[in-house]
């Protein structure tokens, strides 16, 4: 399979090691400096860039008619705008604000916890995110998608960073040393505390679930998830 790199920082060089380890060929390895010759040639794109390079990355992709995979964060305002374009070109993509497979079976978890949760009144849940100082957007995209599946499962209606009101998640976000990204979840009461908690000891993970949701998407038209990746529906 031949992948384009969109974004070729830390994360798309460990995406590069893991693609190649699994028998794949890099046909592109775009940054801010080069263009996206070559991007026609592959099979697949990931895009592992930054939030003002991303919707031109994934534009560039569905003009191309070549299926893409974003892992980039911190863009989502224009969410809407690329799902039609996808249509418009019968595009494939999946965008994930976190590929790993462990925090997405984390998801699934946080899911089904809070819609047991839901029953229970004497519990107010919060968040903390940990991530390291060079990560641009805050909360992370890990944290609001945790936030969001919460949301959907219980009486909450939003999340803030601030100081919470009743129907309110709050969002604990600290920014320290080269940590990959640590999620809690907790469930607070006057008696006893719930928690759920994943921790990425690395990027590896990160990378991995990317490059199994780029094998998996090639030959395919439409929005995906990576519930459709993990078969977890």
Known sequence: MKIALLGYGKMGQVIERIALERGHEIVLKKDEFNTYEGLSN??????????TAAVSNISSCFHANVPVISGTT????HYDEMLALCAAKNGAFISSSNFSLGVNIFFELNEYLAKIMSKFDNYTVEMEEIHHTQKLDAPS????????????NSKYTNWTLENPEANQI???TKRTGTVPGT????YNSVVDAIEIKHTAHNREGFALGAVIAAEWIVGKQG??????VLNLK
């Open 141 to 152: 995209g890990t944290a609001i998608s945790l936030a969001k599946g919460v949301i959907e």
């Open 74 to 77: 911190g863009w989502l305002e």
């Open 42 to 51: 592959a099979d697949v794109a990931i895009d592992f860039s930054v939030p």
């Open 183 to 186: 999620h809690t979840v907790t």
């Open 223 to 228: 929005v995906f998830t990576m519930k459709d």
């Open 170 to 172: 709050y969002i604990d």
